[in-house]
């Protein structure tokens, strides 16, 4: 059998995604030793009672104490504060990472505490669902998803490379950008329509000529689909945004320009606009079921993980 990855490797969070790490961790072989760390007990427990790991510990520093590679899998506004705890128990050579759906604004949070012994290798899985915590994970979650790394200039390429091999075994698929194109595509890709969806449904709640139990009856017309995007976590989301402010803002001005002229459309009975639109859109849906990221089942073809039918897994941002 060969030899795992990494000897130890320390998790810091062990929610949705460090729980699906760890279990990759763990069921492929790819570490001699997990170590987990997070912030309440009670979670710490609950990862121990699901054997998510080798050694479980209150305190981030202990957990990283020898550890050849750290993921730090929480809400991007705690990366900061974790990387300053860590920082002096951190070994010589080892490599630092993260999954943060947000990219600069993680590395200009983390970067000024780590020591210029370290590899830090930011790092972006796209792949996600709705739940949260530590039974949340799984082990298919990255499979056939892509995970960006956003390596700062002057990084060691080998600790990059060493840390895609890790994500490939996952069954991930990796690309490496900058922090500030992750971020800009992103916002496109993933904070934009996650904003969109949050507004539909908070503007379907607050309206006052149509029943709430009409718009839930009514639901598989359209609007469902948008509950499903606007049920992600309210913490992870409001970090999302206020870290990523200005690629978000620029996306949102485009958006909002390309739908004043939609509203023109329909206000001049302008049709064959509409079409035009509907019909480039269309092939775009295309693009990614053939680019193997969606399928054409009902649905949206997305795999279900509970029985609830509006919990199933999609991509994230
Ligand atoms: P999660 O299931 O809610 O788990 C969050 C973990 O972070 C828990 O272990 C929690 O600890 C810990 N935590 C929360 N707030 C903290 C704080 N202020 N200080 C220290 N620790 C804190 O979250 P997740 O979905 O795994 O997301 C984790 C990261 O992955 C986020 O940065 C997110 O942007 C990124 N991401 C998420 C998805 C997705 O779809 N969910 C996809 C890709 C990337 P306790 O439970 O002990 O309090």
């Not at 060969?2 to 763990?26: H, T």
């Not at 922090?179 to 006052?208: F, M, R, W």
């Not at 958006?255 to 480039?280: H, K, N, P, V, Y």
Request: some cysteine; hydrophobic content about 45%; overall charge negative.
């Amino acid at each position: 059998m060969s030899d795992p990855l990494f000897k130890k490797v320390a998790l810091i969070g062990i929610g949705l995604i460090g729980s699906s790490i760890a279990i990759n961790l763990r069921d492929r072989k790819l570490a001699d030793h997990v170590a987990i760390a997070t912030r309440s007990l009670a979670t710490l427990a609950r990862a121990e009672a699901l054997g998510l790991g080798d050694s479980f510990h209150a305190d981030a520093a202990e957990a990283v104490r020898d550890a050849d590679l750290v993921i730090l899998s929480v809400p991007v506004g705690a990366c900061g504060e974790i990387a300053k705890a860590i920082a002096p128990a951190l070994k010589a050579g080892a490599i630092v990472s993260d999954v943060g759906s947000v990219k600069a604004s993680v590395v200009e949070a983390m970067r000024p505490h780590l020591p210029s012994s370290v590899h830090f290798v930011p790092a972006h899985p796209i792949a996600g669902t709705e739940q949260s915590g530590p039974d949340a994970g799984f082990l298919e979650l990255f499979e056939n998803r892509w995970t960006i790394l956003t390596p700062i200039e002057g990084t060691d390429p080998e600790a990059t490379a060493r840390l895609g091999r890790l994500w490939e075994a996952t069954g991930a698929r990796v690309e490496t950008m900058t922090a500030e194109h992750h971020d800009l595509v992103l916002a496109i890709v993933s904070h934009v329509p996650h904003l969109i969806a949050y507004n539909i449904v908070g503007t379907a709640a607050d309206l006052e000529t149509v029943t709430r139990s009409e718009v839930i009856k009514f639901s598989a017309s359209g609007f469902r689909d948008f509950t499903r995007i606007a049920a992600s976590d309210p913490t992870m989301w409001r970090d999302i945004f206020l870290n990523n402010r200005e690629a978000v803002l620029e996306m949102l001005a485009r958006f909002s320009e390309d739908l004043a002229s939609l509203q023109r459309a329909i206000r001049w009975g302008d049709g064959d606009a509409l079409f035009d639109l509907f019909t480039r859109t269309r092939a775009i849906r295309r693009s990614i079921v053939e680019a193997g990221q969606d399928t054409e089942e009902a649905n949206f073809g997305r795999q279900k993980v509970r029985k609830d039918p509006w919990n199933e897994t999609h991509p994230e941002g």
